[in-house]
């Protein structure tokens, strides 16, 4: 995110539940409906977690152009999502969640699991390192880097 928006600013960790992270056919990051509960495994699903940053408006300007809103590769939807406030934020000072509404890039034609493309497995391992490596906020979980992500996004060797 800092080298495509450089006035990007990490906020918090976000959760959108009801909702899955996959690799398109395009070979890029997608989130497509879910359910909520996985009647066949009796386990509530993941949902999605990310990084939730405050852009400004030339930076969204940005981002649309690299996610190709206008040539119609991903469509821009506003999502209710979950943050964690870290201890020291909220009225008590002991953090909490907050629903926050935020900028979502999906592609609602392209839902099918694909594989990812070569240069985007070491841009998304950048974003993964920055991730779960950030002091400003809760890092991305672990669980959900090596469940969710790392079947479509192999770990870097070396």
Excluded at 4 to 31: E, M, Q, S, T, Y
Excluded at 41 to 52: E, I
């Amino acid at each position: 995110m800092y080298s495509r928006c450089p006035d990007a600013v990490p906020k918090h960790l976000a959760w959108i539940g009801g909702w899955a992270f996959i690799i398109n056919a395009r070979g890029f990051a997608n989130v497509v409906p879910d359910e909520i509960f996985n009647t066949d495994t009796g386990r509530y699903n993941p949902g999605v977690y990310g990084v939730l940053y405050e852009i400004s408006e030339e930076d969204e300007d940005l981002l649309d152009g690299y996610e190709g809103v206008e040539g119609g590769a991903y469509e821009k939807v506003e999502m209710l999502v979950w943050v964690q406030q870290c201890e020291g934020e909220g009225e008590t000072g002991e953090g909490e969640s907050l629903e926050r509404v935020a900028l979502v890039y999906i592609d609602r034609r392209r839902t099918e699991k694909a594989t990812p493309r070569l240069e985007y497995v070491r841009r998304m391992n950048r974003g993964i390192r920055e991730a779960s490596s950030s002091g400003l906020f809760q890092p991305l979980p672990g669980w959900y880097v090596e469940e969710v992500m790392r079947p479509f996004i192999p770990e870097e060797e070396g």
